[in-house]
């Protein structure tokens, strides 16, 4: 009899209209492949050398305010520009390239240059709430933007080019790729159940179980039944909602303490501080009524089996499609084990 969870399979991605291959009897594999060294997890509260911390000058020639809380910046060396000129390329009917315009923020998301998102108190996690809804607010305001992603790399295995905790905002003019998908299965479902699709994915999964991780009174944490990542995460909102600024003040702060649970538990995995690539999708703004979107937030890892070995997407999954190892259903049961309690702080605890 066929066993989602002992034999090959593909698994269909409902926000995207992707399938990927999960292949549950490779985790028995045994690794000799590359293995990461693990970042030193010793940094000082202040450096003099980081251009993000307080009072220091960026690469610009800027120098920064001597912030406490959150700090906002134009990117030194943005991807996107908003004095790009108008214009269009286009050679034998098949080449084409047209301009795009848009701007990147940086947040500082605290003034101690130690930090990550999980050591942050519950009062500044709020406050990084509060500047992600202002820069969305303030951003929705420019009729020429159209999208507007809100994101975190945390780890230099994922490219991160400062230790210092932050993140990043670029707001542009064309819809990504991926938003554009997730606006066609979500608007399509709405039309057709004038319910939100992730109300009814979420809970789907509410009821079975077995793919949630934690969850409070405003929003629930879940590995994704069509997950790529080995613990992949997707925070839902419980209320139907489009974009961050529809968030009450209660909503709000949930959002801040579910941050602070999933990231604690990520740290707790493998006793570091934990990598990833994570971000809201929101609803595109200017672009008119978009009733079904959802918001959501995922979060994408790339640690395998231990702190030092990362899950690479290579061969296979960039030829043909992604697949999996790890099934959903093993990594949320892993991840609903952790403990909510900081390994730093119990370390410290039990000195």
């Known amino acids: 009899m066929f066993d989602y969870k002992e034999h090959p399979h593909n698994r269909y991605n409902l926000l995207t209209g ?95 240059h130690s930090l990550t998102l999980p050591e942050i108190s519950m009062e500044g996690l709020v406050k990084v709430v509060e500047v992600w809804q202002r820069e969305f607010a303030a951003l929705s305001a420019d009729p020429t933007i159209n999208h507007i992603q809100i994101f975190e ?19 542009q003019s064309a819809l990504p790729l991926e938003i554009v998908k997730e606006t066609r299965e979500q608007e399509q479902y709405f039309a057709e159940h004038g319910r939100s699709l992730l109300t009814d994915y979420l809970q789907l999964e ?51 303490a579910i941050l602070k649970q999933l990231t604690t538990r990520y740290d707790n995995l493998f006793n570091i501080s934990f990598p990833y690539s994570a971000g809201m999708h929101q609803a595109p703004v200017n672009d008119g009524e978009h009733p079904g979107w959802h918001w959501h937030m995922h979060f994408y890892p790339p640690l395998l089996r231990s702190a030092t070995v990362k899950k690479f997407m290579v061969g296979y999954e960039m030829l043909a499609s992604p697949q999996r190892d790890i099934t959903a259903e093993w990594a949320a049961e892993k991840l609903r084990g952790l403990s909510d309690v900081h390994y730093k702080l119990a370390q410290k605890e039990a000195e």
């Open 18 to 112: 992707d399938w990927i291959l999960v292949s549950p009897h490779r985790t028995k594999r045994p690794w000799q492949g590359k293995v990461e060294p693990v970042p030193p997890d010793n940094r000082p509260a202040y450096d003099p050398k980081c251009y993000l911390c307080p009072g220091n000058v960026r690469a610009d020639g800027d120098t920064n305010p001597a912030y406490t809380d959150s700090f906002v910046f134009t990117n030194d060396f943005a991807a996107l520009l908003h004095d790009t000129p108008e214009g269009a390329f286009t050679a034998g009917g098949l080449l084409q390239a047209k301009s795009e315009r848009g701007t990147c923020r940086v947040i500082s998301f605290s003034p101690d």
């Open 206 to 256: 509410q009821n079975e179980g077995e793919r949630m991780v934690i969850g409070n009174e405003h929003f629930a944490v879940v590995v994704p039944f069509w997950a790529v990542w080995p613990y992949e995460t997707m925070i839902i909102s419980k209320r139907h909602v489009q974009n961050i600024l529809q968030f009450s003040e209660a909503e709000r702060t949930a959002f801040a």
């Open 153 to 171: 790399n945390k780890g230099e295995i994922m490219g991160c080019s400062n230790p210092h905790p932050h993140g990043q905002i670029w707001a």
